[in-house]
């Protein structure tokens, strides 16, 4: 049976105003855009507030997933695409004209846990959170958790480790980090879209990243990975993970606009943050893309598209926050302003 | 006498069929012929196309694709033995509980233990259950089952843990929670035809079944029963088949985890599953496995069909009853 996601309602409602805004408007430009479902809580409200603004555009965007986003750009069945891996260069190649990507946003993983008692700031280091991914940690009260966590009695519980049964950008950016980390960890499952994990029947996979929310908050002893986003909105308690200068940073804003600001952008705008660097960085803090044609065919769509870009970088990053997103910092705005540029 | 003038006098009644008659007639039986055909074509060309998108896979994997258990997209591995065990435990342990509480049910409902009005109220609830989206019932297990299983569980595995059934604890997710949202989701459509094949024993067979003395009980368990025999076994194979392709509930609800054990507290997986989760991102390589997986996935809901249609004719022909 076919699932509906809240995109696809949302696209329905989407469709459905379009109608009406047609006959009201004669020159309404209509953009289509499809991928990431990370960042599509922000996206969706960033439209639909440019929307409102602007009557005379409609832009549509579904969360299909980074890969079929990707798909999506590339058949060109799309105005514009969005994607938590970025794009490859050989993907890029099969873009006739070129491919403009901009980092839009910038969002945290977070681990989720679940414990009895509902204990508060559990400090996880770095060399123990990927042994709980590799399936060598096995109980909360192991002498490594307890040992880290003094002013929490940990109970003696199997730790449920609950990962994404879909192949998604979040275990990408996960996996990366965790493989960045953790040596056995990178000759293990490795990174990827979708890893091999290890087998343990305490290991159990859930659809996207509300699913995974969902079983984590159902189930005693779990820990999950999640966009920060989903976690606040489930009421979930986040865990403060140990970055490389050996501090505990609890995720949130602070914590991500300080790794963004340890982050150098290169010229292709494609920074990948695996393991940054400073005093107060969230360790699992990752940018996330919007794909563009440099070439449009279609000056009016092109014009629109710019603009809807420089809305995105200056009215949208002031929403970024209260949606659990990270405002980008003003040099990444000022290199993503001048490569709009190329959007003709 | 005067009405048989007024009969001869319309030819509608008696005389030979007109042109058009003919023309209806004909017509008619091409257009259901058309049909039947069709559904065989259909099936056909479904097979076809995803045999044809799966053949690549099947080239490169063999037959060790049926019995690997590990799916890695990063480094090509794939084998579905985990996902063929998950399916048919799940969908097995889901029938023998639906398939219980439906015939049960079922019998209750036409035997007149209930007022006519009270049984009416109770058919419809039930056939309720069948339009609930299976989301709901996903949603439901989590939050609902699971919370109530665990404790049971995990009691079980401490006393009993030495049982293969109970030799892990139930976290969340897992068999036992999928295959009791199956029973539940298979337990309408297993009620409704076992009601109808119940109905369909004539109700002198009833009679006659009294009038040598039985007991209400004896009647229904060895007259009615068997009577219906071929009707309930249909029942119980498109539950079955439900059970196997059912998607949404079981991803929710199974873990994913491509574990083989007989635990009914571990984490396991389907093809379903598999397929729905996996197919919006998949690479090449991984969609030409996928299109294997669902090949097999149809293969198996296509030879239980069959299975439970041949021993439905023997078993009725062993009780001396009739098949259609």
């Known amino acids: ?34 991928g990431a479902s990370f960042p599509f809580p922000l996206y969706s409200a960033w439209f639909k507030n440019y929307s409102r603004t602007h009557k005379n555009v409609n832009i549509d965007y579904q969360a299909k997933g980074s890969g079929a986003g990707i798909q999506d750009f590339i058949n060109r069945t799309v105005d514009f695409a969005a994607s938590d891996a970025a794009m490859k260069p050989e993907e890029m190649a099969r873009v006739p004209g070129g491919v403009q990507v901009l980092p839009m946003t910038a969002g945290e993983i977070v681990l989720a846990y679940n414990l009895p008692g509902n204990p508060k700031e559990l400090k996880l280091p770095r060399e123990v959170y990927p042994e709980i991914f590799l399936g060598k940690i096995t109980k909360w009260n192991d002498p490594k958790l307890q040992s880290a966590n003094p002013q929490i009695k940990l109970p003696d519980l199997p730790i449920a480790v609950v990962r994404r049964a879909d192949s998604s950008g979040t ?44 079983t984590v908050k159902q189930t005693p002893g779990a820990i999950g990975y999640i966009e920060y986003a989903y976690a606040i909105g489930a009421k979930l308690n986040m865990a403060s993970l140990q970055n490389k200068a050996g501090q505990f940073v609890p995720p949130g804003p602070e914590g991500g606009i300080a790794t963004l600001a340890n982050t150098q952008l290169p010229e292709d705008l494609i920074a990948w943050i695996f393991d940054p660097e400073g005093e107060k960085s969230y360790p699992i803090t990752t940018f996330t893309w919007m794909l563009f044609y440099k070439q449009n065919g279609d000056p009016k769509k092109a014009e629109t598209l710019r603009d809807v870009v420089e809305y995105c970088l200056t009215e949208g990053q002031k929403m970024s926050p209260k949606l659990g997103y990270i405002p980008l910092p003003q040099n990444v705005v000022e290199a993503n302003r001048a490569a709009a540029k190329n959007i003709q | 006498m005067k009405r048989f003038e007024q009969f001869s006098a319309s030819d509608a009644i008696s005389g030979p069929p007109s042109k058009a008659d003919y023309w209806v007639d004909r017509s008619f039986r091409t257009v259901t012929h058309l049909c039947a055909w069709l559904i065989l074509a259909i099936v056909i060309a479904l097979l076809w196309q995803i045999g044809e998108k799966a053949i690549p896979a099947i080239r490169d994997y063999h037959l060790g694709f049926l019995t690997s258990a590990v799916w890695d997209a990063n480094k ?80 079980l595995n401490e006393t009993l843990g030495w049982i293969p059934l109970f030799s892990t604890t139930l976290s969340g997710p897992g068999l036992l929670p999928a295959a009791l949202v199956l029973a539940i989701m298979i337990l309408p459509t297993i009620a409704a035809v076992s009601q109808d094949a119940l109905r369909l024993v004539p109700y002198r067979t009833k009679e006659a079944a009294y009038g040598l003395g039985t007991t209400r009980w004896e009647a229904i368990l060895r007259v009615l029963l068997p009577t219906a025999s071929a009707g309930i076994f249909g029942a119980l194979v498109l539950g079955f088949g439900r059970a196997l392709g059912e998607t949404m509930a079981v991803a929710m609800l199974i873990g994913n985890s491509n574990q083989i054990t007989l635990s009914l507290f571990s984490p396991a997986n389907t093809l379903a599953a598999l397929l729905a989760l996996n197919f919006p991102e998949a690479g090449k390589v991984e969609v030409r496995a996928l299109m294997y997986a669902a090949l097999v996935l149809l293969l198996i809901t296509l030879l239980v069909n069959m299975l439970g249609t041949a021993l439905m004719h023997r078993t009725s022909k062993a009780l001396g009853v009739k098949t259609r």
């Open chain 2, 76 to 155: 090509d591995q794939f084998g579905i033995l985990a996902e063929i065990w998950g399916t048919l435990y799940s969908s097995i342990l889901g029938l023998i509980i639906g398939g219980f509480f439906g015939v049960v049910m079922a019998i209750f409902l036409t035997q007149d233990f209930l007022p006519p009005l009270l049984a009416a109220f109770f058919r419809t609830i039930v056939e309720l259950l069948a339009a609930i989206p299976s989301v709901v019932y996903g949603l439901w297990g989590i939050f609902v089952v699971v919370p109530v299983l665990r404790p049971v569980a995990n009691w």
């Open chain 1, 171 to 214: 275990t990408f950016v996960f996996t990366s980090h965790l493989s960045a980390i953790s040596p056995a960890f990178k000759n293990g499952p490795g990174a990827g879209m979708t890893v091999n994990w290890p087998s343990s029947d305490k290991f159990v996979a859930a659809p996207k990243n509300d699913g995974v929310a969902a």
């Open chain 1, 1 to 34: 049976m076919k699932r509906i996601s809240p995109a696809q309602i949302g696209a329905i409602f989407f469709l459905a105003f379009s109608g009406i805004n047609l006959s009201l408007a004669a020159e309404t430009v209509r953009l289509i855009g499809s």
